[in-house]
């Protein structure tokens, strides 16, 4: 359109066919432009071919073409010879000189009508009308193209031809930048980009994302952090100013530096400590900078015979800290040496010598009559660091009092045993009394006597004969217990005694040991006849039918014949294969029950060959189908199990899978349609969840629809269920397989399904229909899936999809599964929106004016059954309902549009509804 010369474009025949003209646009500027009009000779094959363009690493290019076309109608004395299409064609070539058109070489992209077409003969005052078509074709073996136009006989001028290719521009998202991206060759291929972290920032996770074949990017994965001393401003990594620092890049940005530290330059990772102020090895760099403690205050020592009792009050300035502890104490001084030693390894401290949390300590086993002196340290995290030393110890001298040790001498009898030992070499003062503390060998220190004796001989009588005995002495004087002797040891030799209370203990045992199994026995059928008595009871007080599980059964065939009807296979009639199951052929035919019309019916047999395993999995499906009993669940008419071979016999879907179902009808229904079809299937999954049935996987393909559009959750069965869906794949972290793409988070990480997990599938499903049977996440991996929805990444809203669903779909989608919605919920929205189609109207398209009222004319004609006039009414401008009942109905007030609307919404709804129920054809 804007080129100023002659654009020579090749043509075909050079003489009488595509000539180059120039003409007056709608603004009467001049244009060139490219014209053949031979509409009235018959076998036109004339071609205008563009000059070669190279595709500049675009895999799919756009060709917009603007160009007007004569109506054959207004051109007087035409024969059959006129047309009213051209037809496009390309050609990939990397010879950009190529001189004639080789018409073979060339392949057609598509026939191009005009939605307009003018049929004013006058050019002169003409209104021109303008045709914009643009189709896309992949180019992708060479390093260009040629388009051409073959004209078979139509009255055209072509205006502009403009050939463009789309990117997803150049961006920055989590701090990664992803360079200008050409899109995929095909229009629904994802390009995987992989991005490079901004200036200052590192990998947090690999940045990815997606660029769609309309130039969007779609499903931010991973990103990166802000290095430390950088955080995130306006998408890039500004350093942290002075005063304030970032540590680590995961921080969410820079923190003003804690108390007593600073930062002096910009991009601190940590805050340096002011003079006088430390900072431990392990404090991290958000904690103030401490110092460490004053001396301990107020010590005290209480002795009692050769222990010490310390107590302390705790440092007046803990210098800022909470890790004050008492790290070492205690060292011992003999008296009589002046010679200061540690304590010996045989003092006890309780609760301990070193890093003590409490200000009390109890030190025993000293030595009798000896002086100690105790040092207590006030300690921190950061008394190391600051060198800090004697400044923080307090100390306290004490002297323990007196004790004795004793040597002994033994006088074995043979019935009793008499002691006697020698007074200790340093008594210390005058021995009040000796201590003698003896026990059975064999038994240790766990059970022992003590005798007390003013003198220095003892006789212990009562004594075990043949036992061999250990005995300590110690000596007291005033000023407490000396140590214990050595330990001595000696053996009875006085005959056996008799073993007489032994047999009323074992009696006494046996007793009890009855008694208890009496009580066990009592309990546990007090326990059952409780069990008994609320299984008796249950059933009345609650009246929810509850799903069994077949595979409670032992007996597979107790379970069928529990739920299913056994029907004579003289009865059915197979007519066609309409599909493949996991088990055999899916057939259709037709089913006789004696006494009931003819039903067509769907048939799933299990082939030849079996085993127990799939018998009883084949066989689960119609146990728990046949359970169910709604409009909404496929309902079963039966099983064959007395010959083979087996069949499922359930109620016919013409429709078959609804996600096939919906692609083969791309864009074909309204919206009100779709959220019916959405409605019948949160009914059908209500009255699951209101059964306790859980169908862990819920998704387009696993619902039925019929020649009604009714929808049908079908698809039942337990261990099969997941192993039958090709969607279903392995995780890493789980066994068992799982259709990824439709299942919440929490029951693939850790397989908990429940209703709640349905109702995320069911939000998958809601998307499903809503984008015509899309694939969910595209053609994205199921680990980027997994990984793009821990991250929060949520499916957009598809094309012209109203925002109430797309709200609805990501609240079924929330990742705390208590905060999705119940199927109860979800059917009462979908109820509310199908009266109120007005708010279905609103669509998340980015561009507004694209969004155009659902509840049109058309749609409120078809609702009252008077879709023939939706011509008459469309010619005279009737599009909108507001228009025509403004205009043509003169119906002015809002409020009896309103009424009016909203009954004839009432009536389509009851429709909708009867429809669902009954299945009778609207
Ligand atoms: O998408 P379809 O046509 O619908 O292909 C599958 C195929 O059998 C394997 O499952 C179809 N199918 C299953 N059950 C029924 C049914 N009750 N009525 C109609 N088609 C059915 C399904």
Redesign the pocket.
């Known amino acids: 359109r804007t080129v100023p010369g002659e654009l020579k474009w090749a043509a075909s025949p050079s003489e009488g066919g595509w000539e180059e003209v120039s003409i007056m646009d709608e603004k009467n500027i001049p244009i060139r432009t490219y014209q053949v009009c031979n509409v009235l000779e018959p076998n036109q094959n004339n071609w205008l071919r563009t000059d070669w363009i190279p595709r500049s690493g675009a895999q799919r290019v756009y060709v917009e073409v603007k160009f007007t076309l004569r109506d054959c109608n207004s051109l007087p004395g035409v024969t059959g010879t006129c047309k009213e299409t051209f037809n496009l064609y390309y050609h990939e070539s990397n010879e950009d000189r190529e001189s004639y058109i080789k018409e073979s070489s060339f392949i057609k992209v598509d026939t191009v009508a005009a939605d307009e077409s003018f049929t004013q003969v006058d050019v002169g005052d003409r209104i021109m009308k303008l045709n914009t078509e643009v189709r896309d074709v992949k180019v992708t073996t060479r390093k260009g193209f040629y388009l051409a136009f073959q004209d078979v006989g139509a009255c055209i001028a072509l205006v502009s031809v403009r050939v463009f290719y789309k990117t997803c521009p150049l961006t920055i998202r989590n701090l990664a930048t992803f360079p200008d991206t050409i899109t995929g060759a095909d229009t629904s291929s994802l390009v995987e980009v992989r991005g490079s972290c901004v200036n200052q920032s590192e990998e947090r996770e690999e940045p990815k994302m997606y660029c769609g074949a309309d130039g969007e990017w779609l499903v931010p994965i991973g990103g990166c952090f802000c290095s430390p001393g950088y955080e995130e401003k306006g998408g890039a990594c500004k350093a942290c100013s002075a005063g304030f620092y970032k540590a680590k890049s995961s921080d969410a940005g820079c923190f003003k530096c804690p108390p007593h530290s600073h930062s002096v330059r910009d991009g601190a990772t940590v805050c340096d400590c002011h003079s006088g102020f430390f900072r431990a090895d392990s404090d991290p760099p958000s904690m103030a900078c401490t110092q460490p403690p004053s001396a301990p205050q107020q010590l005290i020592s209480v002795v009692n015979e050769t222990s010490v009792v310390l107590e302390w009050a705790p440092p007046r300035r803990l210098g800022g800290r909470s890790d004050t502890n008492y790290p070492r104490m205690g060292s011992g001084s003999i008296s009589s040496s002046q010679l200061c030693l540690p304590c010996g390894s045989d003092v006890l401290f309780s609760p301990g010598q070193t890093g003590l949390k409490t200000s009390r300590v109890v030190v025993s086993e000293l030595r009798a009559h000896t002086h100690y002196t105790f040092i207590v340290h006030a300690r921190n995290g950061v008394s190391q660091a600051s060198g800090a030393g004697a400044a923080q110890s307090v100390s306290v001298s004490v002297t323990t009092n007196q004790a004795v040790s004793s040597i002994l001498a033994i006088d074995v009898t043979r019935h009793s045993l008499s002691l006697s030992w020698q007074q200790p070499d340093r008594p210390n003062g005058v021995i009040l009394e000796y201590e003698v503390k003896f026990y059975e060998k064999d038994q240790k220190e766990r059970s022992y006597r003590i005798m007390r004796t003013f003198s220095r001989s003892v006789d212990v009588t009562g004594l075990n004969p043949l036992t061999v005995y250990v005995f300590h002495v110690r000596a007291r004087t005033a000023a407490g217990y000396g140590e214990f002797s050595a330990p001595f040891e000696f053996s009875t030799n006085s005959d056996p005694f008799p073993l007489i209370g032994e047999g009323v203990n074992s009696a006494f045992l046996l007793l009890s040991v009855s008694g208890v199994g009496i009580l066990l026995l009592i309990s546990a059928a007090v326990f059952i006849i409780s069990r008994r008595y609320t299984h008796i009871n249950a059933p009345t007080q609650t009246r929810v039918k509850i799903y069994v599980d077949p595979f409670t059964y032992e007996d597979p065939d107790q379970a069928i014949h529990e739920f299913a009807k056994e029907i004579d296979v003289s009865s059915i009639h197979i007519e066609k294969v ?4 996991e088990f055999g052929e ?1 057939c ?1 035919g037709r089913l006789r029950v004696q006494g009931k019309r003819e039903i067509y ?2 048939i ?1 047999s299990l082939k030849a060959g079996y085993s127990d395993k799939q018998r009883r999995d084949f066989l689960s499906e119609a146990s728990i189908m046949g359970q169910f009993d709604h409009p909404n669940i ?1 309902r079963l008419e039966g099983v064959v199990t007395r010959c083979k071979p087996l069949m499922i016999i ?5 429709n ?2 609804l ?3 919906l692609r083969k009808h791309d864009g074909q229904f309204t919206v009100i349609q779709l959220v019916g079809m959405l409605r019948g299937i949160a009914s059908g999954m209500k009255y699951l969840s209101d059964m306790s049935y859980v169908h862990r996987d819920l998704a387009a ?1 696993n619902i ?1 629809v019929n020649s009604n559009l009714v929808c049908k959750v ?1 698809d039942f069965g337990l261990s099969r269920v997941l192993e039958d869906d090709p969607e279903a794949a392995y995780t890493t972290r789980v066994r068992r397989k799982i259709p990824i793409r439709w299942t919440a988070p929490e029951a693939i990480t850790y397989r908990k399904f429940t209703t709640a997990s349905d109702v995320w599938s069911y939000g998958i499903v809601m998307w499903e229909v809503v984008s015509y049977g899309e694939r969910p996440y595209w053609d994205m991996n199921n680990q980027d899936v997994i990984k793009a929805i821990e991250e929060g990444y949520r499916l957009p809203a598809p094309m012209d999809c109203p925002v109430v669903l797309h709200q609805l779909m990501l609240d079924c989608w929330e990742r705390e599964r208590a905060e999705r919605p119940t199927f109860s919920q979800i059917l009462n929205m979908l109820d509310k929106l199908i009266r109120n189609p007005g708010t279905l109207q609103v669509c998340v398209s980015v561009l507004p004016e694209v969004c155009v009222p659902e509840w049109s004319v058309c749609e409120w004609l078809q609702s009252i059954g008077l879709e023939r006039y939706r011509d008459t009414l469309a010619a005279a401008g009737y599009t909108s309902l507001d228009s025509l009942l403004m205009d043509r109905l003169g119906i002015i007030t809002p409020s009896h549009q309103n009424i009016l609307i909203a009954s004839v919404q009432q009536e389509v709804l009851s429709q909708m509804q009867h429809m669902q129920h009954s299945m009778v054809p609207v």
């Open positions: 309409i599909g493949m199951g899916v259709s019916v769907a799933k496929i359930t109620e016919y879907m013409e078959g899978s996600d096939a179902f393909r039925l079908s």
